[in-house]
DNA sequence: GTATGAACACACTGTTCATAA
DNA sequence: TTATGAACAGTGTGTTCATAC
């Protein structure tokens, strides 16, 4: 008997992690860089989480087999380095955005729908 | 010095208030009854906020001036009473829906900016 | 059972602190 | 300063408990 419980809007973890998958696909990044990419990205809707949500992200979609992480030397500076993040498995990344499109669309719609009862 | 924060989604407390506020300007009603409308119109995106959390936000309207409540006796029943709320100040409801929806609006822009940004 | 509301508990996330280059 | 990460702390909300009809 599964007992179907509420859902509102999709997480900000979830959110986040799935957009950083989409956004590692394209090419390496590291923990601040892509703060960086999202805040230029969504400065129009005032979004930019803190930089501890996104590597509690990172390290999640780590442990969980969707990215590598390797410690890599800056270019240009001395002896500084950055956790450099790669997809580890595709087929998985590409499941994993495939399994939380749903919940986002979900949440779309649900708003769509709000805003048209309450202002129509 | 505003330091502006970042802002993900609105809170649910913050849809819920300005929904009830919309269904109770369509004609008084009550807690339990404002639970079951919502089931029915957010049935097909799983969305039914536990009655803690509408009880929770009616109790706020009220303090804030935007609703009325009186305890009615229920038609039929004995001495059975349930609390009926109805839209106390229409202007001040009118400016509330107002300042709420460009709120409501951006988090339906940002969820369809990732959406694209996400699979396109 | 329906109805209301408070009390409790915890998940989520923002702020701060620590460390290093 | 940039970069990473842990630790701390508060907020929001779901679960439970209490009361009444």
């Not at 696909?25 to 501890?52: N, V």
């Not at 590409?94 to 779309?108: Q, T």
């Amino acid at each position: 008997m599964s007992k179907k419980k509420s859902a509102y809007l999709i997480k900000q973890r979830a959110f986040l992690k799935v957009f950083l998958l989409a956004e590692i696909e394209k090419g390496q990044s590291y923990g601040l860089q892509l703060k960086k990419i999202i805040r230029h990205k969504f400065e129009a809707y005032g979004f930019e989480p803190d930089h501890s949500e996104i590597y509690r992200s990172l390290k999640e979609l780590t442990r969980d087999g969707y990215l590598k992480k390797t410690e890599e030397l800056v270019e240009g500076a001395d002896l500084k380095t950055v956790e450099v993040y790669r997809i580890k498995d595709k087929d998985k990344v590409k499941a994993y955005k495939e399994l939380v499109k749903p919940d986002l669309d979900r949440s779309r719609d649900l708003l769509r729908k709000a805003i048209d009862e309450i202002y129509s």
